[in-house]
């Protein structure tokens, strides 16, 4: 399953994507290195947590639902269970692919 890109997210699509199950938004940008580090691992996250659909979010594109969000640093995730905000892994720090596993596995 590869992950959906969206360019541009505004609150209505982002309460459409988020209504129902389980839904991790990773917040991202073309030019933040700790993001390309993390890139790599994305496809084999997505496979551990299978059961939950992910989407990369470009956070230029998507400023005014990042800032509404409070996303300062990128990449940052936010999970969603069946549209309410579960869970945030929000910071400026580069992550690893352990990290976030370990946060996503925290959730359940």
């Known amino acids: 399953m590869k992950m959906e890109e969206i360019k541009e ?3 209505t699509k982002l309460d ?3 209504k129902s199950g ?3 938004l990773e917040f991202s940008a073309t030019w933040c290195p700790d993001c390309r580090f993390l890139d790599p691992f994305l ?5 551990d947590f299978s059961d939950s659909k992910f989407y990369k979010i470009d956070r230029d594109g998507s400023i005014d639902v990042a800032k509404k969000l ?4 990128i990449p940052s995730f936010v ?3 069946d549209g309410q905000e579960i869970g945030r892994l929000v910071n ?3 992550k690893t692919k352990q990290q976030v596993e370990d946060f996503l596995r925290s959730l359940d």
């Open 9 to 11: 997210l505004n609150q």
């Open 16 to 18: 459409e994507i988020t």
């Open 22 to 24: 389980r839904v991790v």
């Open 43 to 47: 496809p084999e996250i997505e496979e």
């Open 70 to 73: 409070n996303i300062m640093g």
């Open 79 to 81: 999970v969603y269970q």
């Open 92 to 94: 400026k720090d580069r």
